[in-house]
């Protein structure tokens, strides 16, 4: 949907988007392979704590 309404280019580069133009663009590179990394290790920390909050709860 931002790919959609920015049109890839202007506004403030997501990093998903940065991820699709450089992995699915033209000019296919290792960047878009880093990209995605960080992109995963961005968002893997809030899941394992949202995970581990709720089990401790269960386990009450």
Known sequence: MVYI???????????GVLVFENIAGEGASMKGAAYAVILFLLSIVPIITYLNQQFKEDVR
């Open 5 to 15: 309404i920015y049109g890839g280019r202007g506004g403030l580069p997501i990093l």
